[in-house]
């Protein structure tokens, strides 16, 4: 039942792998191409094995300290050792095998039940940079900063069933600003923790308004309307400024600006009030051309 919360690389399909490896942090794909470890763009960097290079470099290591030489004589092999490694792993997220009493053996969750989590996840639309493609093997979530992945892992498959194979989470601190009251103080309330999760099975997230015809993205915003009410707010007080401008006997409109609020009556008035500054501009002119000539010079 719970065999899912083991990270089998090799098992996931080949797309997983490859939106795995595509969502690398750019530090660490940049440290593995001085390394030489970059691989072609719509490549897995796992092994045969299913090794992540992190994995693979953590077995080199044990394997040249002589901690996977047994008993026998004989070395582990990369498929034993990731075994191994993925039940360590099981047993740290709180996941278990115990054997029944016919034999058989089964998968126990050994931690704590919480029951109706008052946790919020909210899904956001993954960081898809300009020319690729959306990667559907990845979501992205925002979280509160006290969950952990081991939270993430366990809230997704217990409550929506989603098998997950990494989860990647950062901090993003938000600008601090005043708060209110005495004394006053800083607070950052905008503050998030983001958490990008790898999946087993693909989700498409619904395309973007702008990536949609004009026929969709049209009905699309009807169906947001009548649904979730978008846009009401901003109906409603055009409505309520329009029956506040009505005359009170019924007869049409009042206006209270003096005319009407339209860009051709606007562009009407600044014509007019332009040309009357410059009308009364040239009569002052003219007005002293004519005190000049009128100047009678003094006797000498």
Not at 18 to 38: F, I, M, Q, W
Not at 204 to 232: H, I
Not at 239 to 260: I, N, Q
């Amino acid at each position: 039942m719970f065999a899912t919360l083991r990270r089998l690389y090799a098992t996931i399909p080949e797309a997983a792998a490859v939106a795995r490896t595509a969502s690398t942090p750019r530090a660490v794909r940049l440290r593995r191409a001085r390394k030489g470890l970059d691989v072609e763009p719509l490549q897995s960097d796992a092994t045969p094995e299913g090794l992540t290079p992190s994995d693979f470099a953590r077995y080199q290591r044990a394997l040249a300290k002589g901690e996977l030489l047994q008993s026998d004589g004989r070395t582990l092999s990369e498929a034993e050792w990731l075994e191994r490694l993925d039940g360590k792993r099981s047993r740290v997220r709180g996941v278990r095998e115990v054997v029944r009493e016919d034999g058989e053996k089964e998968s126990e969750v050994v931690g704590q039940k919480v029951y109706l989590p008052n946790v919020i996840f909210k899904m956001v639309r993954n960081h898809t940079p300009a020319g690729q493609p959306y990667n559907p093997y990845e979501a992205t979530f925002r979280v509160p900063q006290s969950v952990t992945k081991t939270d993430i892992r366990s809230y997704l498959l217990a409550v929506y069933g989603v098998q997950t194979t990494y989860i990647r989470t950062d901090n993003y601190q938000s600008p601090l600003r005043k708060g209110r009251g005495r004394p006053v103080s800083t607070i950052a309330d905008r503050t998030y923790k983001r958490a990008v999760v790898g999946l087993v099975e693909p989700f498409y997230y619904p395309q973007a308004e702008e990536d949609m015809s004009a026929s969709e993205r049209a009905e699309r915003r009807k169906w947001l309307e009548q649904t979730l009410l978008v846009g009401k707010r901003e109906r409603d007080m055009a409505e309520y400024f329009l029956r506040h401008t009505r005359s009170v006997d019924g007869k049409g409109w009042k206006w209270r600006t003096g005319t009407t609020a339209s860009r051709g009556n606007i562009l009407r008035l600044i014509a007019e009030r332009r040309s009357e500054r410059e009308q009364a501009i040239a009569d002052v002119k003219s007005r002293i051309r004519e005190d000049r000539q009128t100047v009678v010079p003094d006797a000498a």
